[in-house]
């Protein structure tokens, strides 16, 4: 007994004298220390991918790119604390990019779909987006149920291309919404469904009177518009939600969506 009291004051003694000599070191706990920024491709940089050909979502106007994902890419990493960079990429390769890592996120008016939710993960949506049928003034087609063995101009893969595959229309491929247009008045095709958005902008400072558009809406709900990302990405997938509600709740998206698109896309219909 006399023995265990005495290792029990030994054990006390050598505590203060290690206390004492400032040398007491406390051993470090498990902690999950780990932060979205780890998911960058480059530290402290938000790398993103879009295509850089399709008004107003990102394009160029003087050499310079610009638009609403362009505008919203900067505001997200002003949120993140990081700097942005933009990786103009064609379309077909473009979401693969997600999955090779030459970008951390695509903004792109990329919806989420079954396929890619088995690859990809996605954001909160940021707009909603309404489809419209554009056809020639003198071939009008105002039905969905009208598209059917009719040839239509579509982006490879997009949402617009698989809306007009599930009403039986015959695909060609366009690379973007000019060429589309392009398309139809050359006769080469019937129409193209597309985003009422990309219409409206595009009218602003261009000829449609040789051009029938329909507003979709009541034919088919609008599509939510998220940023895809990584699927092992998902502290950034938090962090850029987190970013978006902020932006929303204090009126960032509605203001962007107004300079590029007239109205507020960015709200819940």
Known sequence: MRK???ILKLE???ASVVVALGIF???PTKTNASSYKDDLITKDQLTIGLEGTYKPY??????KLTGFEVDLGKALAK???VKVKFVPTKWDSLIAGVGSSKYDVVLNNITQTPERKKVYIFSNPY????YALISAKNNKISSLKEVKNKKFAEGTGTNNEILAKKY????????????SLSLIRQGRVAGTINAAEAYYAYAKTNKVSDLHFKDLSKQVKPVEISALLNKKNKKLQ?????????????GTLKKLSKKYFGSDITKQP
């Open 25 to 27: 070191t406390v051993l």
């Open 127 to 130: 707009i909603y987006s309404r």
């Open 4 to 6: 265990r009291n005495f």
């Open 58 to 63: 990102s394009y160029r106007s003087n050499g």
């Open 168 to 179: 039986k229309a015959k695909i060609v491929s366009s690379g973007d919404f000019a060429t």
């Open 238 to 250: 938090g962090r850029i939600n987190k970013a978006l509600k902020t932006l929303r709740n204090d």
């Open 12 to 14: 006390l003694l050598v």
């Open 79 to 81: 949120q993140l604390g």
